[in-house]
């Protein structure tokens, strides 16, 4: 690219800027005349749906702290798979009859994140057959 090309591609972006610039101004004119009402600006989100947070509700814990390697203890009295003892965690929480699917799938996968901490912590291992047991003290 020549010397030029890059000056005028410069200028070109110096000009998008104050363009830019101005549109953003517009956008909060507007939003002050409305005074924040969400409904007749498409797309401007305030609150904590605009933080990343599910519009039903606060993030759901599904464990508190130590609860998961305790029910564990409880579980698993002989090695299994990860999935039985997903599953069987599920079951001692009590979510497989009441849990909707979609609620029970984002447990699973937080009981998964769970075991995986736990072996990467040491507190579980795993046998070359991929099973899962209490690592003895």
Same mark, same amino acid.
């Given at each position: 690219?020549?010397?030029?090309?890059?000056?005028?591609?410069?200028?070109?972006?110096?000009?998008?800027?104050?363009?830019?610039?101005?549109?953003?101004?517009?956008?909060?004119?507007?939003?002050?005349?409305?005074?924040?009402?969400?409904?007749?600006?498409?797309?401007? &989100?305030?609150?904590? @749906? *605009?933080?990343?947070?599910?519009?039903?509700?606060?993030?759901? /814990?599904? %464990?508190? =702290? #130590?609860?998961?390697?305790?029910?564990?203890?409880?579980?698993?009295?002989?090695?299994?798979?990860?999935?039985?003892?997903?599953?069987?965690?599920?079951?001692?929480?009590?979510?497989?009859?009441?849990?909707?699917?979609?609620?029970?799938? &984002?447990?699973?996968? @937080? *009981?998964?994140?769970?075991?995986?901490?736990?072996?990467?912590? /040491?507190? %579980?291992? =795993? #046998?070359?057959?991929?099973?899962?047991?209490?690592?003895?003290?």
């Amino acid at each position: 690219m020549s010397t030029s090309q890059i000056l005028s591609l410069l200028q070109r972006r110096e000009e998008l800027l104050k363009e830019l610039s101005h549109v953003n101004g517009q956008i909060i004119r507007i939003a002050l005349e409305h005074s924040g009402d969400n409904e007749t600006i498409p797309g401007l &989100r305030r609150g904590r @749906a *605009a933080k990343g947070e599910t519009v039903g509700g606060a993030r759901r /814990k599904w %464990f508190s =702290r #130590g609860e998961m390697l305790q029910l564990s203890q409880k579980i698993l009295t002989k090695p299994m798979s990860q999935a039985e003892l997903v599953r069987n965690l599920l079951a001692a929480k009590g979510y497989d009859k009441d849990l909707p699917a979609s609620e029970q799938a &984002r447990f699973k996968s @937080a *009981a998964y994140q769970a075991i995986a901490a736990a072996i990467n912590a /040491k507190q %579980f291992t =795993r #046998g070359k057959d991929g099973t899962i047991a209490l690592r003895k003290p």
